[in-house]
Antibody, heavy 120, light 107 residues
């Protein structure tokens, strides 16, 4: 059974940093691109970043470029999102998602999400 | 960036109704479009991929069509379990983009 489990969210002050993790199981992570998507309270889905299966390529939304960094450790079946210089508008549930191919594609599995709250 | 525009934003329909949601892309995305269903408090779940592919386990009352810039998601006979918000997503090119969502309410 494919499982994705996010962790690392919480309450952080503006300007602060976090490292979000997504532990995966039930599939060979090294064969798939992975992504982070967030959803602010009561709002829609916002794609943030994707990383190809071998980490050769990373992609970012303009809204987070330069502040967020995606990475992966295939040996640990885990992907990460380092989030820096957080702002109030970064408050959201952060989901990791598995893509269907090595370089991208639609997302066939999602985690349950981890809540990040940016507030003083 | 490719902009995705969904309509309507909210849709109220009765059990048994045929329901259609539209998604328009700001430029051609061929058939690189997915539809996701998100129930309150839950993660999204893919229902349609590559514009018309039915995800495994999704009821056959769901169908998708379109190519280029115009796409539709149709539920042939609405069921109470279909109460959710539906999002389209283009994955033709990065940055990946989602539509703003259509909230489906049951009358």
């Amino acid at each position: 059974e494919v499982q994705l489990l996010e962790s690392g969210g919480g309450l952080v002050q503006p300007g602060g940093s976090l490292r979000l993790s997504c532990a995966t199981s039930g599939f060979t992570i090294s064969a798939y691109a992975m992504a982070w998507v967030r959803q602010a309270p009561g709002k829609g889905l916002e794609w943030l970043s994707s990383i190809t299966s071998n980490a050769d390529n990373t992609y970012y939304a303009d809204s987070v470029k330069g502040r967020f960094t995606i990475s992966r450790d295939n040996s640990r079946s885990t992907i990460y999102l380092h989030v820096n210089n957080l702002r109030a508008e970064d408050t959201a549930v952060y989901y990791c998602a598995k893509a269907v191919a090595t370089t991208g594609g639609h997302f066939d599995y999602w985690g349950q999400g981890t809540l990040v709250t940016v507030s003083s | 960036d490719i902009q995705m525009t969904q309509s309507p934003s909210t849709l109220s329909a009765s059990v048994g109704d045929r329901v259609t949601i539209t998604c328009r892309a700001s430029q051609s995305i061929s058939t690189w479009l997915a539809w996701y269903q998100q129930k309150p408090g839950k993660a999204p779940k893919v229902v349609i991929y590559k514009a018309s592919g039915l995800e495994s386990g999704v009821p056959s009352r769901f169908s998708g069509s379109g190519s280029g810039t115009e796409f539709t998601l149709t539920i042939s006979s609405l069921q109470p379990d279909d109460l959710a918000t539906y999002f389209c997503q283009q994955y033709h090119s990065y940055p990946v983009t989602f539509g703003q969502g259509t909230k489906l309410q049951i009358k």
